[in-house]
């Protein structure tokens, strides 16, 4: 069965430190995993997209990991802010299937001053 | 539009009343996905629709909920008689339907049912 599960299911941390989200998998075949940010209100934007030859993928600040063969990745947030206060959404593509999107439960993120 | 486009943005309606939701999707998109989200809840799947294909239903949670995808754009979300537990958000999203392109969300309609 394909799933997607994350954790924590909520954090807190305070600004300025580092963070890291978990996303485990079982989607197969594998095609690719996104990580999506959702702000209060708003829908979900994608940070990162990374495919099965990608290991480590940065945007800014966000940096994810992939590992293919335990089926794991990780959003490391780094020097956090409190605009990084948000929902935070793994997505993995399967290759094959009609509705090929599994979606994670995600992970909410709140920064405090 | 440049986006995905949902409305309205939000909703309150009597519970036992019908609602309508509409999501205008990236123009070319073939793929168009439904979620729900409730409070402090990750992304329930709904619906899927793919080109002329027949729907994925799979995710809908009672024979109140339906949805339609007029001539592979605009698609629209129905309510039969409202309930309490159906106030969420509604999250549209669309994509090219390749596996390797990004599935891009409108806003959502927050629905209050009262």
């Known amino acids: 069965k394909n799933q997607v599960e994350q954790s924590p299911q909520s954090l807190i941390i305070l600004e300025g430190k580092n963070c890291t989200l978990q996303?485990?998998?079982?989607?197969?075949?594998?095609?690719?995993l996104r990580w999506y940010k959702q702000d209060t209100g708003r829908g979900p934007v994608s940070l990162t997209i990374?495919?099965?030859?990608?290991n480590t993928k940065s945007n800014g600040r966000y940096t994810a990991t992939l590992d293919a063969d335990t089926k794991q990745s990780s959003l490391h947030i780094t020097a956090s802010q409190l605009s990084d206060s948000a929902s935070y959404i793994c997505?993995?593509?399967?290759?094959?299937?009609?509705?090929?999107?599994?979606f994670g439960t995600g992970t909410r993120l709140t920064v405090i001053p | 539009g440049a986006g995905v486009s949902q409305s309205p943005s939000n909703k309150v309606t009597e519970k036992g009343k019908d609602v309508e939701l509409r999501c205008d999707p990236i123009?070319?998109?073939?793929?168009l996905y439904w979620y729900r989200q409730s409070l402090g809840q990750g992304l329930e799947f709904l619906i899927y629709?793919?080109?002329?294909?027949?729907?994925?239903k799979s995710g809908l949670p009672s024979d109140r909920f339906s949805a339609e995808r007029t001539g592979g754009s605009v698609s629209t979300l129905t309510i039969q008689r409202t309930q309490q537990e159906d106030s969420a958000v509604y999250l549209c999203?669309?994509?090219?339907?390749?596996?390797?392109?990004?599935?891009?969300f409108g806003q959502g309609t927050r629905l209050t049912v009262v």
């Open positions: 997505v993995v593509s399967a290759q094959t299937g009609a509705n090929n999107l599994f």
């Open positions: 123009s070319g998109h073939t793929a």
């Open positions: 629709f793919q080109g002329n294909s027949a729907p994925d």
């Open positions: 996303c485990n998998y079982t989607v197969s075949p594998f095609s690719n």
């Open positions: 999203a669309s994509s090219l339907g390749d596996s390797r392109t990004e599935a891009f």
């Open positions: 990374m495919t099965f030859s990608e």
